[in-house]
């Protein structure tokens, strides 16, 4: 018998899920099983019309979402407050800069306040690993966290928007399994949230072959203990693959130690034409954004046949509208 006090416990390790495990919260990758992740996909997937187009539904109506932003963002916040109109959510946008936390508010006061005002969602980037969870285990019962990426821990709904953008071009289209696929992340390893969230995820959808190419000081220590493939070399790592993932070099890093100027990073790792060719001849070429051209990726690689780039903000969108309805979905259980 399960007692209150380990149910209790159980929903502070591991807040996103609900009893019956569908999604409270949608906090990480991590700790959901394939089933899981297929479900979010299938969700994503019923919001495009016959001609591919997406629909509007009112599966939010009456709720109140508010997008808290602590960080800098202009196509994650953007796609988030268009899926939240496409699912007939109010919608509200706190302005942080002016935020009671820049007057020495608490993140749980400036919480609670907020949701005092009747908020059903709060969908939250934060510069600080770990915020989404401890929101989550703050809030009432009836209102749901949906994390927008926290520092350089995870970043799960732009892992799923590749993961649906994969499922689409890839296992549809060129009809392949997860199970059958070689996937290539190049660039910042290390600092890469993103990349933590795309490995976790890969992983739990079954991909065998995971491989990171970076420089040694773009790669995080002990790597190799999550199942990737480590590479410093470009023609080793995109033998035969079939998924290229470019990743964005922050300009702040660029000319530190850790990377030499731009010009030679594009020259061992850019993501040039002639390296795309060591890859499959249908290899999907994807970039989170945003993009630096002529320095993570080559302007006739990113605007090219091969490139799913544009494919991926659309799909974030209805990745964002299905997170977002099962966790809502998730609450009222």
Not at 264 to 288: C, Q, S, W
């Amino acid at each position: 018998m399960i007692t209150i006090q380990a149910r209790l416990n159980a929903q502070l390790a591991q807040p996103q899920l609900a009893d019956d495990g569908g999604i409270r919260h949608f906090i990480g990758v991590e700790g959901l099983s394939r089933r899981q992740l297929e479900s979010i996909i299938d969700k994503a997937m019923g919001y495009f019309d016959e001609d591919g187009r997406l629909i509007n539904t009112t599966e939010l109506s009456g709720k109140t979402v508010m997008n808290l932003f602590f960080e800098n963002s202009t196509r994650t916040r953007t796609t988030f407050e268009a899926a939240q109109k496409r699912l007939g959510a109010n919608v509200l946008n706190l302005d942080i800069a002016r935020s009671s936390t820049n007057k020495g508010e608490t993140l749980r006061d400036t919480l609670w306040n907020l949701e005092a005002m009747s908020a059903d969602m709060f969908v939250v980037r934060h510069s600080a690993s770990g915020a989404a969870h401890f929101m989550a285990t703050q809030v009432t019962p009836n209102v749901a966290i949906i994390n927008a990426g926290d520092g350089w821990h995870a970043h799960p709904t732009q892992a799923m928007l590749d993961m649906l953008t994969i499922h689409k071009e890839a296992c549809l289209k060129q009809q392949k399994s997860f199970d059958d696929l070689s996937v290539a992340i190049i660039g910042d390893i290390k600092h890469s949230r993103v990349a933590r969230s795309d490995i976790s995820a890969l992983q739990t959808l079954g991909v065998k072959d995971i491989r990171v190419i970076a420089p040694k000081t773009l790669l995080p220590k002990g790597i190799e203990r999550y199942g990737v493939s480590v590479y410093e070399q470009m023609e080793a790592g995109l033998a035969d693959a079939d998924v290229i993932i470019g990743l964005r070099i922050q300009n702040e890093r660029i000319g530190s130690p850790l990377l030499p100027s731009t010009s030679e990073y594009f020259k061992m790792y850019g993501i040039t034409d002639a390296r795309v060719k060591l890859a499959k001849p249908n290899a999907l070429v994807m970039h989170p954004g945003p993009m630096n051209r002529g320095v993570e990726i080559a302007s006739s690689v990113a605007d090219g046949e091969q490139s799913v780039i544009l494919k991926q903000v659309n799909n974030g969108i209805a990745v964002r509208m299905a997170v977002m309805a099962m966790a809502m979905a998730g609450q009222a259980r």
